[in-house]
């Protein structure tokens, strides 16, 4: 089990500074909030803290001689680790060397197994991402949410938590509607007959796709849907779409465990069961739909209000219900969420476009009014994507039916390309997707060059097995300072995966390989197996080094979903 070793000294400091405390070197204080950190220069060690300079004026202590206080405590308990204080009160770590051998005949004995973690501990994780009507092809910024999501669940099953990946299959609103009678007009199109296609009406959708499927109908079935109504169509555009999005998803490795369907909800009456309680608790009222407007038809009611601005901050009322009796989105999106927390999650993501900001927040309004704590769910809301294609921003618009789809993406370059590029900035930051750039050849390419680096190390193993050398026997002792220093730095794999789950940031992941590889390679040119000069024990033990290294890339690649291939 990949260790977290900043996360662990940090525990060691607290359990010093407790039983130092204990023996009444120093007062009961309150500890503050640390950091480890790598120092700013190389000779105080791997890892450094201010923790010493913190409690200063608290213990009324001069910092230096706290940082020695709890170095000489620390030293007692961390046999892995050697502590130190150094003016004016930093406390400063190195990893032993030995640690670090073991470390690599662990990885080596347990191969994949090594890299998991045990920070769930059995608990339940969802992650909800992707979520597109079925209304046309995935588009670039669906594309983005996608990785990110399948990303964030593929780190959650590494650190030992049960994770399912949850599509929200939103079918049951007007726009399923609008392209039902978009496709009949298609199909009667296709069939030859009289119809006028509503070219400026903003219901229509315009997109070829829709044309093809239609001629595809009348191709397979002639006239057969032609006494057909809105709905039927509205059916098998769904059915069609819908495979489609599943199989563009499967083409960049990404598929969900669950497909909920929002039309469930409605069948089972869980949206007027979520109004209901809602009702029950005081939290709704009845008033005019807009501004105080009364309805123009007597017989209607009043809308159905959310009191959203007394339970979540910047929120104004929602309506739920309609003055004609429909419940809004928002109530479906209540409802849905209400099932999610029935279902017993210890953690749930929604992975959502920046444009979901409100939403996120009133479904958090609703749950409260639903007497349920919606602190278990986390949403990352991850910003535009552009496309640029020779220079040129591609436009999308899945109802205009101008869009670039995921499909195209995977066509002009490839499932690795995309997955690595649109998890490289973090979500919070606006991302130009260059096609030209993503598909290089060369270390200017970060897939590229993450890639090489398990190239370089699998062709090693190819050579080396062809010369019959073998790591049986291995003695480690014989790894010098260049490979014990990368191997240090690549042990920080299990504080990341912490960092990337308490922080919800998976563009992390994207950044320590880069980190890396950019690390590996000069130790690839300095360190050689199969030089004539090296004798066969080094070489032995380096191979071993080399066969780690391609474990840690493999690790990290399989992270982002991302293919490690053992030639370029």
């Known amino acids: 089990m990949v260790k977290r070793l900043a996360s662990e000294l940090a525990q060691e400091i607290r359990n010093s500074l407790s039983t130092l405390v204990q023996r009444g070197k120093f007062p009961n204080v309150t500890f503050p909030d640390f950091d480890l ?28 001689e706290i940082a020695e206080a709890i170095s000489h405590e620390l030293n007692q308990r961390v046999s892995w680790a050697q502590a130190s204080a150094t003016a004016p009160g930093f406390l400063n770590f190195t990893v032993q060397d030995d640690f670090i051998r073991d470390q690599l005949r662990e990885m080596l004995n347990r191969k994949e197994e090594y890299f998991r973690l045990d920070l769930g501990q059995g608990k339940r994780a ?30 959650f099953s590494l650190a030992g ?16 509607e609008n392209l039902g009678n978009s496709l009949l007009l298609r199909y009667q199109e296709a069939l030859g007959d009289s119809v ?28 057969k849907w032609a006494a057909e109504n ?38 089972n009456e869980a949206i007027w069961e979520t109004l209901t309680e809602m009702e029950a608790a005081g939290h709704t009222y009845r008033a005019a739909q807009r501004g105080g407007e009364q309805p123009s038809d007597p017989a209607q009611l009043p809308a159905t209000w959310l009191r959203s601005s007394q339970l979540e901050t910047n929120v104004e009322d ?43 927040r009133v479904v958090k309004s609703g749950l409260r009014a639903l007497g349920i704590c919606p602190d278990r769910l986390h949403v990352l809301f991850n910003q535009m994507v552009r496309a640029v294609v020779d220079g040129v921003e591609m436009k999308m618009s899945t109802r205009k039916g101008v869009f670039d789809t995921l499909d ?4 002009r370059t490839s499932a690795d390309a995309i997955r690595y590029h649109m998890l490289a900035r973090s979500h919070h930051s606006h991302l130009d997707f260059d096609v030209e750039r993503v598909v290089q050849q060369s270390n ?65 992941v994207a950044f320590f390989a880069l980190e890396l590889a950019t690390a590996f390679h000069p130790v690839y040119e300095e360190v050689r197996v199969l030089n004539e000069s090296i004798d066969e024990e080094t070489a032995r033990a380096r191979l071993a080094f080399y066969l780690g290294v391609q474990q840690i890339f493999k690790a990290l690649l399989g992270l982002m979903g991302m293919s490690a291939p053992e030639r370029m």
């Not at 791997?46 to 009324?60: H, K």
């Not at 059916?235 to 039309?263: C, G, K, P, T």
């Not at 279902?343 to 444009?355: E, K, P, S």
Request: glycine fraction near 6%; proline fraction near 4%; charged fraction near 25%.
């Open 37 to 64: 950190r790598p120092p700013r220069h190389a000779e105080y060690g791997d890892f450094a803290s201010n923790v010493a300079l913190q409690l200063a004026r608290g213990l009324r202590r001069n910092p230096l």
């Open 161 to 176: 938590y049960t994770v399912e990946r949850e599509y929200y299959f939103n079918n049951a609103g007007k726009q399923m």
């Open 408 to 411: 195209d993406l995977v066509e």
């Open 444 to 508: 200017e390419n970060p897939v590229y060059y993450i890639q090489n680096a398990h190239v370089r190390c699998a062709g090693i193993h190819r050579e080396a097995a062809q010369r019959g050398l073998h790591i049986e026997g291995a003695d480690l002792s014989l790894l010098g300072k260049t490979e014990l220093d990368f191997l240090r730095r690549a042990l920080a794999l299990g504080d990341q995966i912490e960092q990337v789950l308490e922080r919800m940031i998976p563009h992390r």
């Open 230 to 267: 809105t709905h039927a169509f509205a059916r098998l555009a769904e059915e069609q779409m819908f495979e489609w999005i599943r199989n563009s998803l499967a083409s960049i490795q990404i598929s969900h465990d669950v497909y909920f369907n929002e039309r469930s909800l409605y069948d």
């Open 318 to 360: 929602q309506i739920l219900v309609r003055s004609n009796g429909e419940p809004t989105y928002t109530l479906t999106d209540i409802a849905y969420h209400r099932d999610k927390f029935a279902r017993g999650f210890d953690i749930l993501v929604n992975v959502l476009g920046v444009d979901h900001q409100s939403e996120a």
């Open 196 to 223: 006028s296609i509503p070219e400026d009406q903003e219901w229509f959708y315009h997109g070829e796709y829709l044309m093809d499927f239609a001629k595809q109908l009348v191709e397979e079935h002639g006239r």
């Open 126 to 155: 969802q992650v909800e991402f992707v979520s597109a009507n079925p209304t046309g092809p995935l588009t670039i910024g669906r594309t983005r949410g996608a990785v990110i999501g399948d990303t964030m669940a593929r780190v």
